[in-house]
């Protein structure tokens, strides 16, 4: 699975969007981008994931570039529960491979 | 729906004793579980990969004699942690994939303490 690369740690306001970068220079054409958070000593939630698409749902929305060489998760009304680390996977499409975790990027949400 | 329990949520042992940690799919099948362990400040570490009725595949480094895994049934597999050391001590997550779905689905984790 191609490599990714985040900043560790983000700032945002309350109120205001999140948005969290992720570069993966080195996907192939089957490699998904899967997005998750963790949130203190609990296990991770499942964001959103895509492929070539731009991405939404009810948490957030997915930006992939044309070259899908890099992402940007956005959460468009950030709160203080979005406060987490939000891991970005590359990942094979063959549905045996295990989610491989890298640092992540740690989000703060402040008032 | 896609629920994973994990039982204990937290325990603490003495040195030297063994532990197992439950993990269980709730509303669907797990073909496939694995098994994470995390320590403080740092990402979740692949720890094995195992599918029902067959032998746990162990990532390098991992002691499989020491952390002894069973993936007996569609809805539960176990970690047991054998001889624990201080350490040893670290959030253990488990995760749950059922057919030919690439999703994962994750316990809300384990938190073992080696006194």
């Known amino acids: 699975d191609a490599k990714t690369t985040q900043p560790p740690s983000m700032d945002c306001a309350e109120g205001r969007a999140a948005n969290l970068p992720c570069n993966h220079s080195?996907?192939?054409?089957?490699?998904?981008v899967y997005w998750y958070r963790q949130i203190h000593s609990q296990g991770p939630q499942y964001i959103i994931h895509?492929?070539?698409n731009n991405e939404t749902n009810e948490m957030a929305s997915l930006i992939i570039t044309e070259d899908r060489k890099s992402s940007t998760l956005i959460l468009p009304h950030a709160t203080l529960r979005d406060t987490a680390v939000y891991y970005c996977i590359v990942r094979s499409a063959q549905a045996g491979t295990a989610l491989i975790f890298g640092k992540g990027t740690t989000l703060s949400v402040s008032s | 729906g896609a629920v994973v329990s994990q039982h204990p949520s937290w325990v603490i042992c003495k040195s030297g004793t063994s532990v197992k940690i439950e993990c269980r799919s709730l509303d669907f099948q797990a073909t496939t579980m694995f098994w994470y362990r995390q320590f403080p400040k740092q990402s979740l570490m692949l720890m094995a990969t195992s599918n029902e009725g067959s032998k746990a595949t162990y990532e390098q480094g991992v002691e499989k004699d020491k952390f002894l895994i069973n993936h007996a049934s569609l809805t539960l597999s176990t970690l047991t942690v054998t001889s624990a050391h201080p350490e040893d001590s670290s959030f253990y997550i488990c995760?749950?994939?059922?057919?030919?779905?690439?999703?994962?689905?994750f316990g809300p984790g384990t938190r073992l303490t080696v006194t």
């Open positions: 995760s749950a994939r059922t057919g030919g779905t690439r999703e994962q689905y």
């Open positions: 080195t996907i192939s054409g089957n490699e998904y």
């Open positions: 895509g492929l070539k």
